[in-house]
């Protein structure tokens, strides 16, 4: 691997300050925390990276031991503290709690600062400020939502700078040989921390803890060992790593990721996100890559009688250079593209004189994603780096020319809550100022997209949600808390159809958005305008738009069923084929009133239970032993039957 020497001294410079000491390598957790604590002394502030770079054991034990100490104070600086849901009620134990030993371990370290949190008992002498959520988990938990600190996602090194962080502890992977750190799956703020800190003359303690399953990496992740100050390389670290299981994809999604494929540019460059939306881009792309015939008759029967994008736009062509991926988070969507054929665009890293097909600032997903890190072949490892999330979500760098010139044709793919009729987007904070998730990179690239020669920021969005079982429309007249402001609308998805904002007036943008709205919503959205004197009095929905519905939806992507073009689980599921029966089932039953549940039990009398065995063993309600398990299997067995 050829680096730049003075790059490398960069990061070791923080070694002279008179905090720092020899790197010092433990084999116990004990020893890191005694360590940490008498270096440090009664005040630690921590950052730890987003996501699954978290050693847990080792946050645990340093917050439950300033919990027994009121006279230490903590501050933990970090984003994206995953967790599992707990189960609600006796029967989502019964369906989930195997399904979480069986995925996660028997043995997974939760976070406890987390749990704290949720219970809004976080001790005084303790600060925990985030500035990413896992998506609509904090949304009660009022310690949170008063300590979340909104922040660009290159912003957040100067950040820690300025809460005067002291010590940063990562998980790590250990080369075979031992002489080499990876970063791995988070280099993202590390690397310009520590850039930052050596600039300021700080003192910084870094601590690495080596997880034994963590795919080492290389690239601007792999880094000499007296990069850290303390290495932990523990037998007790053997939990499983945070693996997100993998989501099925309805017809809605599908539609929508069909729509976004079609703006992928050959020869071109692609950011996207994690969740169905993304799921359903890629398995399109995939589509269109692997069985471009099927592509194409789908590609002209969804544009039948309806207006094409602008000329040279929409692409149904294979994609036979292939792309060059550039995203903040690498997760499964990759490595289905880069073995679809897809992601095989290279580009030289002049800073790395390497080639590359891939730069990520950190990574999440599924353990078939982590395994297929662990086996990357020669070439796949090579032309992948992780990377400084700075070099990855702008272009202020010193090889800014070439950065732009690599990332030509880009698509930087992400999704969105709410848009406004003016083109705003709201994808982190509700109309209360309650935060979902948070901004994270999303203003980066859609900046990025209006700074780069022929790019363009697609926001993916379902055109309507549902809340306290009353359906409402994504396309709104206002957001209070815009993510994306108006400024900087550009292409905008739904199931509906694909609207072109960048350079429209606001007429224009109005008109666009209603035409890919639901139906249900149409006139309340042009009344709207038109009250507000936006819309023209003169304008009419367009008949193309008129069926915005999303029985329609169903029944096309239905229609090519028995050609497997849109799957439920497009790329498998963690759930076994009896789980996926019985969550359908139980996802029926859920938040149904007295009529509906009367229904199911009254349905469930004309089922024989020999007939769902399985699904009533998987739930251990095959044999009975109390009124209440005879209500719940008659409720499953019912919905089963439906």
């Given amino acids: 691997m050829l680096v730049n020497a003075g790059f490398w001294s960069s990061l070791t410079c923080h070694k002279r300050s008179p905090m720092m000491k020899d790197m010092k390598s433990v084999t116990s957790l004990a020893e890191a925390e ?24 080792l946050l645990n034990s340093i917050y439950e031991r300033v919990a027994r100490t009121p006279e230490v104070s903590l501050k933990i600086f970090t984003a994206l503290s995953l967790d599992f849901a707990k189960p609600q009620s006796d029967m989502e134990e019964r369906f989930l709690g195997p399904f979480y030993k069986r995925h996660f371990g028997e043995d997974y370290p939760h ?40 922040l660009n996602y290159t912003h957040v090194a100067k950040a820690i700078v300025d809460h005067d962080i002291n010590v940063i502890i990562q998980m790590v992977a250990l080369s075979p040989d031992g002489r080499k750190i990876s970063l791995s799956c988070n280099p993202d703020l590390t690397l310009d921390v520590v850039d930052l800190y050596k600039k300021s003359q700080k003192p910084l303690l870094i601590v690495g803890v080596v997880h034994p399953d963590l795919p080492y990496l290389g690239g601007d992740a792999e880094v000499d060992s007296d990069f850290f100050d303390l290495l932990v390389h523990s037998r007790e670290v053997t939990h499983k790593l945070f693996a997100v299981p993998r989501v099925s994809v309805d017809e809605a999604e599908h539609m929508i990721g069909f729509y976004a494929s079609q703006l992928v540019v050959d020869s071109g460059t692609l950011q996207i996100g994690i969740g169905s939306l ?32 602008p000329e040279g736009v929409l692409q149904s062509g294979v994609l036979k250079e292939g792309l060059y991926g550039t995203s903040e988070m690498l997760m499964d969507g990759f490595m289905h593209l880069r073995k679809a054929g897809v992601l095989k665009r290279e580009i030289f890293d002049h800073e790395e004189s390497a080639k590359r097909y891939l ?31 700075s070099k990855v979500n702008d272009l202020y760098d010193p090889h800014e020319l070439a950065l732009r010139k690599q990332r030509k044709n880009a698509r930087f793919f992400n999704t969105c809550m709410s848009v406004t009729l003016l083109g705003a987007a709201a994808s982190d904070t509700t109309e209360t100022g309650l935060v979902v998730s948070g901004v994270g990179g999303q203003y980066n ?20 949600r549902l809340k306290n079982k009353k359906m409402l429309s994504n396309i709104v007249d206002v957001h209070g808390n815009a993510t994306i402001p108006r400024h900087l609308r550009d292409v905008v998805i739904t199931e509906y159809g694909i609207a072109f904002l960048r350079g429209a007036s606001d007429e224009q943008v109005i008109q666009r958005l209603i035409e890919i709205a639901d139906s249900e919503f149409q006139e309340e959205l042009v009344d709207i305008a038109q009250k507000h004197g936006k819309l023209s009095r003169s304008y009419k929905i367009p008949n193309y738009a008129k069926q915005n519905s999303l029985k329609k939806v169903k029944e096309f992507i239905g229609s090519y069923k028995n050609e497997k073009a849109f799957a439920l689980f497009p790329f498998g599921s963690d759930f076994t084929e009896d789980e996926i029966r019985v969550g359908r089932a139980l996802t029926k039953l859920k938040d149904q009133n007295a009529g509906a549940l009367v229904r199911f039990l009254l349905k469930s009398f004309s089922v024989s239970p020999q007939k769902y065995q399985a699904e009533l063993k998987r739930m251990n309600l095959h044999q009975v032993n109390s009124v209440k398990e005879r209500l719940y299997q008659k409720l499953l067995l019912g919905a089963l039957k439906e």
Avoid at 41 to 57: D, E, H, M, V
Wanted: charged share 20%; proline share 3%.
């Fill in 34 to 57: 005694n360590f940490i604590f008498s270096t440090l002394g009664s005040s630690i502030r921590l950052a730890t990276p987003l996501g699954l770079g978290k050693p847990n054991q």
């Fill in 111 to 150: 976070l406890r600062y987390l749990a704290d949190l949720h219970s809004n008992k976080v001790p005084k002498n303790i600060q925990i400020h985030e500035f990413y959520f896992q998506a609509g988990t904090l949304l009660k938990c009022e310690l949170a939502q008063q300590a979340y600190i909104s």
């Fill in 278 to 309: 993304s799921d359903a881009l890629v398995n399109s792309m995939i589509l269109r890559q692997k069985n471009n015939s099927l592509y194409q008759r789908i590609f002209t029967e969804i544009w039948k009688g309806c207006p094409l994008a």
């Fill in 445 to 464: 690239f859609v900046a990025m997209a209006q700074e780069l020669e022929e790019a363009r920021s697609i926001l993916m969005l379902r055109s309507t």
């Fill in 359 to 389: 730069h990520g600032a950190f990574y999440l997903g599924s353990s078939g994603f982590y395994e297929w890190l662990r086996s990357l072949s020669k070439e796949d490892y090579e032309g992948l780096s992780m990377t400084r999330v």
